[in-house]
């Protein structure tokens, strides 16, 4: 058990669709990581929140967001969803973000209809 | 930019046999190493990590991974598998006294046969 919890851990839902993916981090950890694991594209990072702001950015599209919130959890928003959305979505946990290893939740598996 | 590359996607083996899972990475500055496990149907777990110090590190599951820092790698090894090993295996790096994101390669599956 990492400690990190993701919730739901299976989604669907259809095209143009709205959905919030949840991530408490372990405890005492201010950084959270989101990622995207997906066949095509692998695991690939979209955000960094530290503390409640956001620190470094990656292939996040305009169509997600993502915050986190003054207990530390974070919420990672997905609006007018695509087929290509569909994937598995990680958040990952660390004390405070400096090249530390990260804690993996299990996942949210997001399947678009 | 970091960049890493696996440069198996899948690695099929028998067990007890051993197997090396390889890791190569770009970086024009010194990097952190990791390597991660992932069972089916679960997140990321580390597996180990390079920071400093001894080039040699160990799991406590019986895998080392040697960082090598002429040829930029940084393979995962084990003398003897079991099919418990069987999960898909990522490498990353981070840059050193950086606040970076972790960069992950593509994965490398290793089948384990009994």
């Known amino acids: 058990d990492s400690g990190v919890t993701q919730t739901p ?41 530290y503390n409640g702001e956001e620190r470094a950015k990656g292939n996040i599209l305009e169509r997600f967001s993502a915050q986190q919130f003054p207990d530390l959890h ?31 939740g299990d996942g949210t598996r997001l399947s678009i209809l | 930019a970091q960049s890493v590359t696996q440069l198996d996607s899948q690695v099929p083996v028998f067990e007890e046999a051993p197997v090396e899972l390889r890791c190569n990475y770009s970086s024009s ?7 991660y496990v992932q069972y089916p149907n679960q997140g990321l777990q580390l597996l180990l ?9 160990e799991s406590i599951n019986g895998f080392e991974a040697e960082f090598n820092k002429s040829q930029t790698s940084f393979h995962l090894r084990k003398p003897s598998v ?6 898909e295996y990522f490498c990353a790096v981070s840059v050193l ?3 970076t994101p972790l960069v992950f390669g593509k994965g490398t599956r290793l089948s384990v046969i009994a």
């Open chain 2, 97 to 99: 006294n950086v606040n």
């Open chain 2, 29 to 35: 500055v010194s990097v952190y190493l990791f390597w």
């Open chain 2, 82 to 87: 079991h099919i418990s090993d069987t999960a």
């Open chain 2, 49 to 57: 990590k390079y920071l400093s110090g001894s080039t040699l590190v």
């Open chain 1, 74 to 104: 974070s919420e990672l928003n997905l609006s007018s969803l695509e087929l290509g959305d569909s994937a598995l979505y990680f958040c990952a946990s660390s004390p405070s973000g400096d090249n530390q290893p990260q804690h993996f």
């Open chain 1, 9 to 49: 851990k299976h989604l669907i839902t259809a095209t143009g669709q709205r959905v919030t993916l949840r991530c408490s981090p372990r405890s005492g950890d201010l950084s959270v990581y989101w990622y995207q694991q997906s066949l095509d594209q692998g695991l690939q990072f979209l955000i960094q929140y």
